[in-house]
Each structure stands twice: as C-alpha cells, then as structure tokens.
C-alpha cells in the first residue's frame, strides 16, 4: 500500500523529489564514468572481442559446453566450426590527435552508464511506483523486469551474433584493400548499434501496452501484419549504421518479436476479461 504523504506531496514536492532524484542519477553515472577512465585494457578487450571472434566459436562454444564433444554428430559439427572460425583482419588507427580521447571518452561514459544502470533504473522505479494504482502496482513490477530482460537480450544478440557477422562481411568485401578502421567511428558504430538493438527488443513489450490502454488489440495486430514489416524495416534502418546487413539482422528477429508481441497482447486481453 502507498504511502498516504506520496498521494498529498505538492506539485513542487514531487518537483523536488525528481531533483533530487537526478542528481542521485548524474553522480552515479559520473563516479562509474571516472572509475571505468582506470580500465582501458579491459574495456580495449571487450571493444577488440566482435572482431576476434565470430558466430561458428560462439556456436562451436555452446555445443562444448551443453552436449560436448566426445564421439558425437554433435562433436564432429563443433570441430567443423571451429575449423571454419576466423578473425577480422582489420586495424584500428587514431587517425587524428584526438581520436584516441574522444573513443576512450566515450567507451569510458557508455560504461559507466551501463555500470549506473542498476542505480537509475531504481531511482526511476522509486519516483513513479508511489503514484500506481494497486491493480497498477501488480502489473508493474513484472513488467519492469521484463523490460529489462527484452533490453539486456536485444544488447547480448547485437554484441554476440549481429556485430561480429556485419565485421566479418565488410572486413571480406574488397579483399585486395586493407582494412583500416578509424576508432572512433568503430565505436559509434558498436554503440549505436547495441543501443538499437536494446531498444528494438522492446517491441513486444510496446505491442502489449497498446493492447493494455486499448489503443490495438491482439486481432488489429494480426491484420496490420504486411504494414508491421514495412515498418520494422525502417526502423531497423533507422537504429542501425547504414548497412543492409545490420539492418537484416535486426529486422528478421523483430518480425518474429512481433509475433511474440500479439501472443503478450493476447495474453493481457484474456486478464482483462477475467476481471471484468
């Protein structure tokens, strides 16, 4: 139950209370800033690692971990891809005086704000819970977690699958010129491209609201399907670099999020009639 003083706060209360809030929010995400500056091999590794490996030793990793490799179908199909893994033969270059900064600068904030997250996202959560319903409280916590789990998927898939496949494809094309990647566009094409991708993962979870305040329900979401993929396709190019593969890669997995997405829709449809 609410705290009856969060319902009879002032407009100015709930003013300040989101102040203080933010600031709680900017010093978390300063201190985690200036702490991640101490750690540039690590995050170097972790920026190098899409390049250094490809989609055949991930899938090559699982299968050793899961089923193993001792005289099996399985095994003899781990080996193959691992016969077939390469690198990306390409080079990072700081091309001008301040490149080296500027791509450490970034890294160093895009760190911090992920290390901050667990503390914003409380802070997020403790400023808006107070002012639910009791029939919204019950939803909201799950639905948090689910958009933190949709978010932390669509980064992982971008990170393991989506970056190190578009590398390997560019780094291929034109095999007889060599491939020599300016920093810090490397890292604004990683960021960007994890960022779109935590956030297209959403997609089920903005299906089910709709459905939820009434806007679209799960039948109005099947018979817009040919309208949903043209628009996932220019969404996709719009959240990613401008290249047809990453656009691909996030427009397939996103056609069938948004099935997923009609299933959610479906599933809250059916809660709403229970109670009604």
């Not at 199909?77 to 691992?82: E, I």
């Not at 290390?115 to 400023?127: E, G, M, N, R």
């Not at 939803?139 to 190190?164: E, K, N, R």
């Not at 566009?185 to 459905?211: C, D, H, Q």
């Amino acid at each position: 139950m609410s705290n009856p003083e969060d319902a009879s706060m002032t407009f100015w209360e709930h003013l300040e209370e989101l102040r203080r809030r933010l600031v709680v929010i900017a010093i978390a995400i300063g201190a985690f800033t200036f702490l991640s500056l101490g750690f540039s091999r690590p995050i170097e590794n972790v920026l190098r690692f899409p390049m250094e490996t490809s989609i055949n030793t991930i899938l090559a990793g699982i299968i050793d971990r899961t089923v193993g490799i001792e005289g099996s179908m399985m095994g003899f199909l781990s080996v193959s891809l691992k016969a077939g893994a390469s690198i990306v033969e390409a080079e990072l270059l700081k091309i001008g005086p301040v490149e080296g900064i500027m791509a450490y600068l970034k890294i160093s904030i895009a760190c911090g704000l992920l290390l901050a997250s667990p503390i914003v996202l409380y802070q997020i959560w403790a400023f808006i819970f107070p002012a639910l319903t009791q029939q919204e409280k019950k939803f909201a916590l799950p639905l948090f977690l689910v958009i933190v789990v949709f978010f932390v998927v669509g980064v992982i898939f971008a990170y393991l699958i989506v970056t190190p496949t578009v590398l390997h494809f560019s780094a291929n094309l034109f095999p007889n010129m060599a491939n020599r990647w300016d920093i810090e566009k490397y890292v604004n094409f990683i960021t960007r491209l994890l960022l779109g991708f935590g956030i297209a993962f959403e997609l089920p979870i903005v299906m089910a609201f709709l459905s939820w305040i009434g806007v679209v329900n799960s039948k109005g979401f099947r018979e817009k399907q040919r309208y949903a993929v043209v628009g996932i396709f220019v969404m996709s190019a719009l959240l990613t670099p401008a290249d047809p593969l990453s656009m691909f890669l996030m427009a397939v997995p996103l056609i069938v999020l948004y099935q997923l997405g009609i299933f959610f829709a479906f599933l809250l449809e059916r809660e709403s009639e229970s109670y009604a």
